[in-house]
């Protein structure tokens, strides 16, 4: 018998019913009184001067309500990061799919025409795409006041590396590529907003950091925070995508101009020209091992695309060049990351962060130096793996740690050593691994942790309020079932409303895989305190002291004498009465064990805890195409213990198929101008169930001590691995390594021709 | 300078500006995705057995979504007081509009061409429209198991009334009637309902009793409480009537049906015929009193009308037998009310709530002992009226009593003893007093008071819960004048969410002028608490004692040195960080100091406290065509404290209007078959601006010990004694009493001409 009642134990989504049956309210479905559909009217040019915008034509057109450009905009410079943003173009545009001007009509067909009477007079310049080529001194400049397009510059160095380097048995050395990928949502980002006459507005948005965009986006309107109100519906996919975006912000101004709601979704066209697609990075690595396979100095150089403004590609190079340093026990590591602007998309968020780009080079990289010294690659990993209750060369405090068991456990599941051994021809088994953080305390200065409310009113429901955001993954049943399993109530009573700045608590968002720990405590602590508040009625109505009681399954009860008892919703029935009709309100929240990192050594510890991961692919090259298929994938990840066991195989097998994707299917091209070729998913190709072979996942589940009943996140270690995870496969099965992703049959058969050549 | 920042002061509503320019998203405007539209079939019969209905041609109307009649529906007997409802007419109709059938379809049109296409055969039943008569042995029963149409039976008696009448210097006795009036609020009933796939109902609507609708709803529905959520959007006023109506059970069971969002408005009609109008009384009085003008017994007999389904006429029937009672010092009393089934309406809640209708009774009579004493009626007043910490027959404990005050600046301010003593012909002064209470601790056995929650986030917005209702009376307004005030900021900063049953505190409702003082005190708890939270923080930034630490005007700062301070909203961030997200939630409630009325003698102190007043009326009678006009008009009210001086004479101009109506224009007028000839307001006229005079509002101030900053309630006081007062002056101008409302001008003319005759 489990410990738990309710808690690591597998159920549906709660709202997976809605889903599967088209009843659920996403943002593209709400509507309100008087409503207007906007349209965004893009750049066809990926850098040019804007001499004149003709709007006079649109504007007269019947059903248009409003017409936008920059001079309608507050003309405020901003951004979350870095304030490179407006929200239109201020009279230059700086990517294929900038925003120019946007309509709000009565209709999106209306809305649509009004785009094309829109005249614009562009003067066209030059452009740069490439990052590197975008340092170089004579580069156009993406933004006239950022010399060498350098948006960002990230350094961190601990020990001696040139000294550990030169003193090494082997140092491999490398450049690698990743490259730009889209996130690929199923519901393309957009938003509703609505102005009152105060000038409040309120935003319903798909939003990953209902909190954060607040924040930004107020600075943005020039207006003080209580006058925006963001309201987070049900959403299709975010993966990192969905947080701030001018898509939003020109809603607003456009409801702002019309003076009715306006409803503004990407079509699936503007998402791909003008989302938040992964940063792509060049990475050399220089890393050094003893002869005996302990590995001694890293030496990374990133440049990474920010695209034509800054998203969150510095910080997100920043986390390539360190994340994984807490993976192994590096003597000495150093690291420079470049954020580069370039006439693209502005890039950011992408499930793994940073970490997935590095960690993909790190573990190639491990691959080559174990076969150099003939070790196995599962070995090599045993021997230098961080260790529990270790600290790690960045200061991280590493508790539970469950590294060790998904390698053994994830080599036994995948017979590694037998399939190692036994090598077919084209057939390769590769391995890679893992760490990464439950929540990042370097993300905000002032603030770490999670908070939640629980109400309990007279008719005995639960409802949790939380500060996050459930993008699909499953949070609300996460914390449902942590609620349910600390009051002792069925899961079926509980109800988790949407995130409403107005109602909820603060939260920082979901990223950096916190959602877990950080709002499951939130709402565990939370659930502590309206159980306390239920308690003491329920004490009194057995006639017993408070500590006394328990509650399991919806009764509560005398631990010394179960049989005496009275159910929960009567309980709460009479906690109404007793307080004149004020529901019991559970508020609670958690502050980590974390520390804000030295600013120049960026010592410290970020994140109360530690999720770490194995993962093995097994993969057939098919010689004549190049074509490779992966067939069995061993997915082994420390989760602490899984709250929702299902839930977390779902996250696990959802990272892995989009860690196939990028590996080996999805690319956004340009062409010479700079222009997507592919936007769209007719030619820009994501996994589908017949290029994903079961997905085979193992919960490793250390208990954290940090976590709510023990749990550690798992959105980002489930795909961070699979990239190396594969083309170690494929190395494995070709000795041929391609080093920029993605690996396509055409680049394979390449490849393969090559090799053919040099044998004959 | 006043004590008070933002209490005792004058600001428009602060829902005022949305509504002035149509901002304001009433239930009508709402909208859902997919939503449906509803209407009712209604009887055209006052009474009649259904023979058949034959719904399959409506059905099959393209855009028609559903078409339920009674075996769609649960079939369950419920109502909120006796259980003799159903959702659509179980085999029988038993008023003109009683519902038989209704339809959902894709827009009004097509529900409205349905409903025209659904066949039903009835068979006609001989009905009964008067009470009076429907008691009489033969009458024709509305229910079979309900005999001698007899819907309750109440009694009261205190002292020996018999002896005290028998020993008085003078009884009078009379006959009077009080008719049935409609409440004409601008937003006809109406709802939104929407289930989801748990088959949990989400209902919007615009009600006074949310929480108290819920339960007999889910009773109607067969369903557990925690599976009804009630939402309740600005609505357009309610003055009673807007408390449980089966137009929200057939929305219910339309969307159930049709699987889409429902929403049904009343048209004007249908709300005429199937709202729930004032309950109609015959009123017997028997009033004694000594030589030198003290009052001595009372015997009262009511016979009123509960038309064909029991709303709340019962416990109105049961107000109007003793409220008035504890308005003077009476020595004996003694009452019994038969509320009565009749083919009509159901009647229900109006403003007054009984004792509106028994003021006039007592009021008029008053006036004619004054006058058979040759007494100054204002002086019989004063020489009778219940003072100040007095416990009245009822045992009700009157604190605070603005009464002899009332009475003194009424007819100082409308100069009563010059004007009764010069009388003018046909001109004339009239003067009635009245009592309320201010909550009814009889309305429910397990609970009385009120509750709030007040949350702070982050960004120093202060948000308001409570779980009554505002109407349009200014609750919202009121509640946060309270919270600003307790907490120390500006007005601006509050906001008042609309009552949610899965939200806000669980509330009586907004009836019995309870708002104020029950929902005022609970959010003023509730302030208390969260400025506790904030004080604590605050005293931290500022280095001090918690208790020595005040906030006034958004400011925080030091009693000892105001200059030392910090603002608000920094006081909300930092307790927001402090406590890692979650906001500062206050939860208060306040449970008055009442009783419980004695089963039997009904005595026990109902309300925690007991507003008075004294209205004085001036009219001209136009001796040619029995036209009255009301020429001016003095209230005075005793309302404790007056939280928004400004919303409190709003109160009381709309209680004058809408009694001067009653009294003179207003009247639900039926055929010989009980059908309602005026269903619209081209033929029941109500008051417009040109019948109205200036209304002179007097507010006293008497300052309540239970009242939030001393305020009681003044809903209903504002009306109650209006009907007397302008009857008592159409008596002193013309020297006729007429005893049955309304005194129409026909009614007047053809008295004038009877004592014309008399004189010829």
């Not at 059903?63 to 173009?89: C, H, M, N, Q």
């Not at 910080?315 to 340093?325: H, K």
């Not at 499951?520 to 006394?548: H, I, R, S």
């Not at 250390?702 to 798992?714: F, L, Q, R, S, T």
């Amino acid at each position: 018998m489990s410990e738990f009642d309710i808690v690591n134990k597998s159920y549906p989504q709660i709202d997976g019913l809605n889903k599967a049956t088209g009843k659920t309210e996403f943002v593209s479905d709400l509507v309100l009184p008087n409503m207007l559909y906007g349209r965004v009217l893009r750049s066809p040019y990926a850098h040019a001067r804007i001499d004149h915008i003709d709007i006079s034509k649109a504007k007269s057109l019947r059903g248009v309500k409003a017409v936008i450009t920059y001079d309608d905009t507050p003309r405020i410079k901003f951004g979350p990061r870095s304030e490179d943003w407006t929200i239109l173009a201020d009279g230059k545009v700086r990517f294929y799919g900038d925003e120019v001007a946007a309509v709000a009509a009565v209709d999106e067909d209306i809305a649509e025409e009004a785009l094309d009477l829109i005249k614009v007079e562009y003067t066209e310049l030059p452009a740069v795409f490439d990052p590197v080529e975008a340092m170089k001194p004579d580069a156009p400049l993406v933004h006239e006041n950022k010399e060498n397009n350098l948006a960002a510059e990230f350094k961190i160095e601990a020990g001696d590396v040139d000294q550990d380097l030169k003193n090494s048995y082997f140092v491999y050395k490398d450049r690698f590529y990743t490259n730009q990928v889209y996130q690929a949502y199923l519901e393309p980002m957009g938003a509703l907003a609505s102005v009152d006459l105060s000038g409040r507005i309120t935003l319903w948005t798909g939003t990953q950091i209902p909190n954060m965009m607040r924040i930004t986006y107020a600075k943005a309107l020039g207006i003080s925070l209580d006058k925006l109100r963001v309201i987070v519906p049900d959403y299709g996919g975010g993966f990192g995508a969905k947080m701030e975006n001018n898509v939003h912000l020109i809603t607003i101004v456009l409801a702002q101009k019309a003076g009715q709601p306006v409803k503004l979704i990407n079509t699936r066209f503007d998402d791909f020209v003008g989302g938040n697609p992964r940063v792509a990075m060049y990475i050399d690595i220089k890393l050094g091992v003893t002869k005996d396979g302990f590995i001694t100095g890293k030496d990374v150089h990133i440049v990474g695309t920010n695209g034509a403004r800054t998203v969150y590609a510095p910080v997100i190079v920043a986390t390539a060049c360190y994340r994984p340093d807490s993976l192994y026990r590096f003597k000495s590591v150093r690291a420079i990351g470049h954020t580069v602007y370039t006439n693209t998309v502005p890039t950011s968020c992408f499930r793994g962060f940073g970490n997935s780009q590095m960690t993909f080079v790190l573990e190639s990289a491990l691959d080559m130096i174990a076969e150099e010294l003939n070790i196995d690659p599962a070995e090599l990993r045993l021997k230098n793996g961080i260790g529990e209750n270790e600290v790690s060369i960045h200061g991280w405090k590493i508790t539970s740690n469950g590294l060790k068991d998904c390698v053994l456990l994830a080599t036994k599941k995948a017979n590694w050593n037998q399939k190692r051994k036994k090598r077919k021809f084209f057939r390769g088994i590769g391995l890679a691994c893992c760490n990464h953080v439950s929540g990042n305390r370097a993300f905000a200065r002032e603030f770490d942790g999670g908070a939640g409310i629980v109400r309990i009113g007279r008719d005995g429901n639960v409802t949790v309020y939380y500060g996050e955001s459930d993008m699909g993954q499953g949070q609300k049943t996460v914390f449902a079932q942590i609620v349910a399993e600390r009051l002792g109530v069925p899961l079926d009573i509980i109800t988790v409303e949407q995130v409403d700045t107005d109602i909820s608590p603060f939260g920082m968002g979901s990223f950096a895989t916190r959602g877990t720990l950080m709002g499951g405590n939130g709402v565990l602590k939370a659930a502590e305190d309206a159980f306390k508040q239920l308690a003491a009625v329920a004490a009194d109505m057995l006639q017993a002291p408070p500590d006394e009681v328990e509650c399991k399954k919806g009764k509560f009860f005398l631990k010394s004498s179960p049989q005496k008892s009275v159910s929960f919703k009567e309980v709460a029935e009479m906690a109404t009465f007793k307080r004149a009709g004020a529901p019991v309100v559970g508020v609670g929240f958690y502050k980590p064990p974390t520390e804000l990192p030295d600013p120049k050594t960026k010592y410290g510890n970020i994140s109360p805890a530690y999720p770490f991961g194995c993962h093995i692919a097994e993969v057939e090259v098919d010689p004549d195409t190049g074509q490779i298929t992966v067939t069995d994938y061993v997915a082994a990840n420390d989760i602490g213990r899984a709250i929702n066991p299902m839930a977390v195989e779902g996250q696990i097998q959802g990272g892995v198929a989009q860690g196939l994707g990028w590996t080996l299917m999805e690319n956004m091209a340009l062409d010479d101008k700079g222009k997507l070729i592919n936007p769209d998913f007719l030619d820009y190709v994501i996994p589908c169930v017949m290029d994903v072979p079961e997905i085979k996942p193992i919960l490793v589940e250390p208990v954290d001590p940090e976590g709510p009943y023990g749990a550690k996140g798992i959105g980002e270690p489930a795909l961070n691995p699979v990239m190396a995870a594969i083309t170690n496969a494929i190395y494995n099965a070709t000795g041929i390594r391609i080093k920029e992703l993605p690996i396509t049959a055409e680049k394979m058969l390449k490849k393969l021709k090559e090799m053919k050549n040099k044998i004959k």
